[in-house]
T-cell receptor, first 111, second 112 residues
Framework: GQQVMQIPQYQHVQEGEDFTTYCNSS?????IQWYKQRPGGHPVFLIQ?????EVKKQKRLTFQFGEAKKNSSLHITATQTTDVGTYFC???????????FGDGTTLTVKP | DTEVTQTPKHLVMGMTNKKSLKCEQH?????MYWYKQKAKKPPELMFV???????INESVPSRFSPECPNSSLLNLHLHALQPEDSALYLC???????????FGPGTRLTVL
């Protein structure tokens, strides 16, 4: 079945450093979504990418969707303590299969 | 109203109890989901309702029984649970199936 793999599992950075998490799928994705879950909280939708090679920005966050629509990345420039949390990608298959969450990348930021 | 509400926030139950989790949304979303999330793990899909019909059941044990009384409400009935069922149960909704999902705050369930 479809698998969505995410790396790294954990990332510890100093405040001000950049951060990137990568998501790879075993199958082509019709779209990919990114969510953030703060400690003790629930997942909150960040963005959805649909087009091959798409790049979207939200302030310090840059999201990319690969040309083959099998991988995606989230890059945070100059991390802040408010960026702490676990970032999940989620991707449904092109056959409208179920949405599968990646294992997540947990980001900690040292002030 | 752009939120998904869930009750109760916390629930402790014995293995012989029957309880229900409730979820509500008033965003006019047509798809609603139940997820189970263990600590340090991603949400694991359990059920999907689309237009009030059960469209996906991820081989969930029958001790979990979903119900969608109307387009705004989603219930999860629990009976004869096991301690390993202790987890955070998240409800989510989306405009249509596979659109961006809005999650509720979850119910923290402990089975003794």
């Amino acid at each position: 079945g479809q698998q969505v793999m995410q790396i790294p599992q954990y990332q510890h950075v100093q405040e001000g450093e950049d951060f990137t998490t990568y998501c790879n799928s075993s199958t082509t994705l019709s779209n990919i979504q990114w969510y953030k879950q703060r400690p003790g909280g629930h997942p909150v939708f960040l963005i959805q990418l649909v087009k091959s090679g798409e790049v979207k920005k939200q302030k310090r966050l840059t999201f990319q969707f690969g040309e083959a629509k099998k991988n995606s990345s989230l890059h945070i420039t100059a991390t802040q303590t408010t960026d702490v949390g676990t970032y999940f990608c989620a991707g449904p298959g092109t056959n409208a299969g179920k949405s599968t969450f990646g294992d997540g990348t947990t980001l900690t930021v040292k002030p | 109203d752009t939120e998904v509400t869930q009750t109760p926030k916390h629930l402790v139950m014995g293995m012989t109890n029957k309880k229900s989790l409730k979820c509500e949304q008033h965003m006019g979303h047509r798809a609603m989901y139940w997820y189970k999330q263990k600590a340090k793990k991603p949400p694991e899909l359990m059920f999907v309702y689309s237009y009030e019909k059960l469209s996906i059941n991820e081989s969930v044990p029958s001790r979990f029984s979903p119900e969608c009384p109307n387009s705004s409400l989603l219930n999860l009935h629990l009976h004869a649970l096991q301690p390993e069922d202790s987890a955070l149960y998240l409800c989510a909704s989306s405009q249509d199936y596979l659109n961006e999902q809005f999650f509720g705050p979850g119910t923290r369930l402990t089975v003794l």
